[in-house]
């Protein structure tokens, strides 16, 4: 099995802000990408940021320019640095990472969300 504990959220100030963690551990051959997801009240959950183990990003339009996302491959441990934050960014922020348990298998994993919330 494999674990993603999330650490870093808090309340904030808008303009503030947070620096979120995620540490996969279990039975990891491979972790190919990370990523968070947001989910805020009465909304479907969303994609944030994902990183490829090569160090390729992705993010969603309404954070580039203010979230990073990275990766310590040594610490299967990824990052989300979260400046500029704004009220509309409160959400519970989820890891997840897709996960080579064997070399044969992989799945995708999550975390049990860490709350972002941000004060106009």
Known sequence: QVQL????GGLVQAGGALRLSCAASGSIVSINSMGWYRQAPGKEREF???????G???YVDSVKGRFTISRDNAKNTVYLQ?????????AVYYCT????????NRDVYWGQGTQVTVSS
């Open 5 to 8: 504990v999330e650490s870093g």
């Open 48 to 54: 944030v940021a994902r990183i490829f183990s090569g």
């Open 56 to 58: 390729t990003t992705n």
């Open 82 to 90: 979260m400046n500029s934050l704004k009220p509309e960014d409160t």
């Open 97 to 104: 990472a897709l996960v080579s348990w064997t070399t044969r």
